[in-house]
């Protein structure tokens, strides 16, 4: 008889989420996870606020993901918080290139294929 092995419950994503957290925090951001309920449907993964650059919405993304990136929810609340002054950044690791991003125009749209 095999051993009962659980399946995993977490997918890339998760990992790479978790792998920005900490490399955040070390850099003096406080990190809040924002999925986990029906009310939060549309936002973005992580809110980001650090005491000299502000806040961030950051959408973490698997580089591997084949299909749309964004969910339905996603593709309506995205652009209304870009619209109202709060942008919403996708970082897919956690490596000083992808922080660097957070210093740019926020970079959401590039991920949906549309040129703006």
Known sequence: MKPFIPKKKHGPE???RESIMIFMQFRGWFVKITHG???SSGFPDLFCTHMRYGH?????KDPNRRG???TAAQ??????LCAN??????LVAATEA???????KFNWW???????
């Open 110 to 116: 590039q991920y949906t294929g549309v040129n703006r």
């Open 14 to 16: 998760f990992n790479i």
């Open 85 to 90: 002054g709060s942008g919403v950044w996708v």
């Open 75 to 80: 593709l309506e609340v995205f652009p209304l």
């Open 68 to 70: 749309d990136p964004f």
């Open 37 to 39: 309920n029906i009310f």
């Open 98 to 104: 992808e922080y660097q991003k957070l210093f740019k």
């Open 56 to 60: 961030r919405w950051v959408e973490v």
